[in-house]
């Protein structure tokens, strides 16, 4: 059983949100997976589908797996840092604006496993 796994760290947007994504691939073939995130709506599909070709062609090339053959058997979506910002409000007063990063981890293996 070889596992593969593609990473992308530091990526702007809501952690909630990629793991809506993440979770919906899971489970599936590649072919499968790919073509999903393709016809989603969501922002974070784009970063998810960058991961998961990048994943493939880790399998593909460094252990001649096939990408017909390959399920995602994992799919992570885990907070990364937070820039803080501050935004400047009425009398004087600021206040915090927090903006997120996600770190996308998606591992393929072989259908046999």
């Known amino acids: 059983?070889?596992?593969?796994?593609?990473?992308?760290?530091?990526?702007?947007?809501?952690?909630?949100?990629?793991r809506l994504v993440t979770q919906a691939i899971k489970g599936r073939k590649v072919e499968d997976a790919a073509s999903l995130l393709r016809f989603m709506p969501q922002h974070a599909a784009r970063d998810v589908a960058a991961v998961l070709k990048s994943a493939t062609a880790n399998a593909e090339n460094n252990h001649n797996l096939s990408a017909e053959d390959l399920v995602v058997v994992e799919a992570h979506a885990n907070e990364g840092p937070t820039i803080k910002r501050w935004r400047p409000r009425a009398q004087g007063r600021a206040f915090p604006i927090h903006k997120g990063m996600t770190h996308i981890t998606i591992v393929?293996?072989?259908?046999?496993?």
Not at 1 to 18: D, E, I, N, P, Q
């Open 108 to 113: 393929v293996a072989d259908q046999e496993a």
């Open 1 to 18: 059983m070889l596992f593969r796994s593609a990473t992308a760290k530091y990526l702007r947007g809501s952690t909630r949100k990629a």
